[in-house]
């Protein structure tokens, strides 16, 4: 409709409005529609006209950059019952960050559910997320329709079909069950990805690395990215590859770093090598150690001191300084073996007090058992729960009650509910939230129970993923009738 045909629609409303017949206000085509007819007929045929001009013509066309989306995929787990959506929602609304917003989500996931996509969706770039929701990661970022509902193997000649999130799903899955034709693939095809993506194709080597994997982190050696022959190298450095990563600079960064750290003994009768960081003058020193630790391989260090990694790690001497435990845990974490990942956790863990904290660096490194017998020793000092909202890597729903009540976490969260502190309720809220992640249904219902009794509202949105955790356990296996 163009503007003077506006105009005249303008016209015949303030005539209607005014009380007045609007027949001679009419446009010259509306006139001849209705010209033969009454006087009352004439008026009807032009409200008719009008109010489909109304409906029809005036209606915003679509700007040009609108593109038509395909239909959101359907994902391989059943939507959360509805019942259960509002305890959802007041769980997502009580997170408080994309971060925890997401834990939910894996909670849900746990217990075989998916969330609706008008409660939670993931971002285009999420990586926290768990792997059921890949199809619709790729459909944020604008996946094709017909090429997100095929359910081919990933292959060479499929390898364009997938969208990022499930490509790198479907290298997980292959790098767990058949490692090297997920090298293969990451060798043949990454090579014409752009630097980041080759980037995050090489970071999934980690997953089922062993030692047939040698050759082809060697030949990244020549990669045109920087980042991407660092990576290579810290995974060789995992296999026992040594090798010396600077880049410039010193000619032996490793020996430099060993000139940091003072080997003693300690015992009277069975005398032993210990090993402690040396104190240091400057904070020049200082930058220049942490540097050292953030770009040398662990094992290239042992190595200068003639040890294997774990006889290292149990040498050495925790407390002397907070900053060079916390590099050598990092250090660990990122270029030690399997077998020093392991052996660190578990010192750090039998160790105790603050110690068990800085083992929260190699949870991703971690088996299951190990990641569990770390969040156990935490939750048995109420003085490290604030720890439990930093967990990467977490399991959901593994907390059983007679672990958690016979640790002094139950008391504590009582104590700081029933009293005055109004600092201490805070915190004890936030901490039921991180267990209402890692506890069991059952133990999400008794602990609702508890801390009630000591005085927290049952309203209390603190325990809306406790109460989300204990509601799943209901019919779990089913979906709204």
Same mark, same amino acid.
């Given at each position: 409709?163009?503007?003077?045909?506006?105009?005249?629609?303008?016209?015949?409303?303030?005539?209607?409005?005014?009380?007045?017949?609007?027949?001679?206000? *009419? /446009?010259?085509?509306?006139?001849?529609?209705?010209?033969?007819?009454?006087?009352?007929?004439?008026?009807?045929? $032009?409200?008719?006209? !009008?109010?489909?001009?109304?409906?029809?013509?005036?209606?915003?066309?679509?700007?040009?950059?609108?593109?038509?989306?395909? !239909?959101?995929?359907?994902? *391989?787990?059943?939507?959360?019952?509805?019942?259960?959506?509002?305890?959802?929602?007041?769980?997502?609304?009580? *997170?408080?960050?994309?971060?925890?917003?997401?834990?939910?989500?894996?909670?849900?996931?746990?217990? @075989?559910?998916?969330?609706?996509?008008?409660?939670?969706?993931?971002?285009?770039? =999420?990586?926290?997320?768990?792997?059921?929701?890949?199809?619709?990661?790729?459909?944020?970022?604008? !996946?094709?329709?017909?090429?997100?509902?095929?359910?081919?193997?990933?292959?060479?000649?499929?390898?364009?079909?997938?969208?990022?999130?499930?490509?790198?799903?479907?290298?997980?899955?292959?790098?767990?069950?058949? /490692?090297?034709?997920?090298?293969?693939?990451?060798?043949?095809? @990454?090579?014409?990805?752009?630097?980041?993506?080759?980037?995050?194709?090489?970071?999934?080597?980690?997953?089922? $690395? @062993?030692?047939?994997?040698?050759?082809?982190?060697?030949?990244?050696?020549?990669?045109?990215?920087?980042?991407?022959?660092? $990576?290579?190298?810290?995974?060789?450095?995992?296999?026992?590859?040594?090798?010396?990563?600077?880049?410039?600079?010193?000619? =032996?960064?490793?020996?430099?770093?060993?000139?940091?750290?003072?080997?003693?003994?300690?015992?009277?009768?069975?005398?032993?090598?210990?090993? *402690?960081?040396?104190?240091?003058?400057?904070?020049?020193?200082?930058?220049?150690?942490?540097?050292?630790?953030?770009?040398?391989?662990?094992?290239? $260090?042992?190595?200068?001191?003639?040890?294997?990694?774990? =006889?290292?790690?149990?040498?050495?001497?925790?407390?002397?300084?907070?900053?060079?435990?916390?590099?050598l845990v990092l250090m660990v974490s990122v270029s030690g073996s399997d077998a020093a990942v392991a052996c660190l956790a578990d010192r750090l863990v039998a160790e105790g007090g603050k110690l068990p904290l800085l083992a929260l660096q190699l949870m991703l490194r971690l088996d299951s058992g190990r990641k569990r017998l770390l969040i156990s020793q935490i939750l048995n000092d109420p003085q490290n729960l604030h720890a439990l909202n930093l967990v990467e890597g977490a399991e959901?729903?593994?907390l059983e009650w007679g672990d958690f009540a016979k640790g002094k976490t139950l008391s504590a969260l009582r104590s700081a509910i029933s009293g005055d502190n109004d600092v201490m309720k805070r915190s004890a809220e936030q901490h039921l939230e991180a267990i209402g992640f890692l506890a069991t249904a059952a133990t999400a219902e008794k602990l609702i129970g508890e801390v009630v009794t000591a005085g927290l509202p049952p309203a209390s949105p603190s325990l809306s993923l406790l109460?989300?955790?204990?509601?799943?356990?209901?019919?779990?296996?089913?979906?709204?009738?």
């Amino acid at each position: 409709m163009n503007e003077l045909e506006q105009a005249g629609l303008a016209r015949l409303r303030d005539g209607w409005i005014s009380g007045g017949a609007a027949f001679e206000l *009419a /446009p010259a085509e509306w006139k001849d529609v209705a010209a033969a007819a009454s006087p009352d007929e004439q008026e009807r045929r $032009l409200l008719a006209i !009008a109010a489909q001009a109304l409906d029809v013509a005036l209606r915003p066309t679509a700007p040009k950059t609108l593109k038509r989306r395909p !239909a959101l995929p359907a994902l *391989a787990m059943p939507m959360l019952p509805e019942r259960l959506r509002p305890l959802l929602r007041a769980a997502l609304k009580y *997170a408080a960050d994309a971060r925890l917003k997401a834990r939910v989500a894996t909670l849900v996931a746990s217990r @075989g559910f998916v969330l609706h996509p008008m409660d939670w969706m993931p971002a285009a770039s =999420d990586q926290e997320s768990p792997e059921v929701y890949a199809p619709w990661v790729d459909w944020q970022a604008g !996946a094709d329709g017909e090429k997100q509902s095929r359910r081919e193997q990933l292959t060479a000649e499929t390898w364009d079909d997938f969208y990022p999130a499930a490509r790198r799903t479907a290298l997980v899955d292959l790098r767990r069950t058949t /490692p090297a034709l997920a090298r293969t693939l990451i060798e043949t095809k @990454g090579a014409g990805e752009p630097a980041e993506v080759r980037l995050a194709l090489v970071e999934l080597m980690r997953f089922g $690395l @062993g030692a047939d994997d040698v050759p082809f982190l060697k030949s990244l050696s020549a990669d045109r990215s920087g980042k991407v022959r660092e $990576l290579a190298g810290r995974l060789l450095a995992r296999l026992g590859e040594h090798g010396n990563p600077a880049d410039g600079g010193s000619e =032996d960064p490793t020996a430099e770093l060993a000139a940091f750290i003072e080997e003693g003994k300690s015992g009277f009768i069975r005398r032993r090598t210990i090993y *402690a960081p040396m104190k240091l003058k400057s904070p020049a020193q200082q930058a220049r150690r942490a540097d050292l630790f953030a770009s040398c391989y662990f094992g290239d $260090l042992v190595a200068r001191f003639g040890k294997t990694e774990p =006889d290292f790690i149990g040498a050495w001497q925790f407390g002397v300084d907070d900053n060079a435990d916390r590099f050598l845990v990092l250090m660990v974490s990122v270029s030690g073996s399997d077998a020093a990942v392991a052996c660190l956790a578990d010192r750090l863990v039998a160790e105790g007090g603050k110690l068990p904290l800085l083992a929260l660096q190699l949870m991703l490194r971690l088996d299951s058992g190990r990641k569990r017998l770390l969040i156990s020793q935490i939750l048995n000092d109420p003085q490290n729960l604030h720890a439990l909202n930093l967990v990467e890597g977490a399991e959901a729903g593994w907390l059983e009650w007679g672990d958690f009540a016979k640790g002094k976490t139950l008391s504590a969260l009582r104590s700081a509910i029933s009293g005055d502190n109004d600092v201490m309720k805070r915190s004890a809220e936030q901490h039921l939230e991180a267990i209402g992640f890692l506890a069991t249904a059952a133990t999400a219902e008794k602990l609702i129970g508890e801390v009630v009794t000591a005085g927290l509202p049952p309203a209390s949105p603190s325990l809306s993923l406790l109460r989300l955790n204990a509601a799943l356990a209901e019919n779990r296996s089913q979906s709204d009738r």
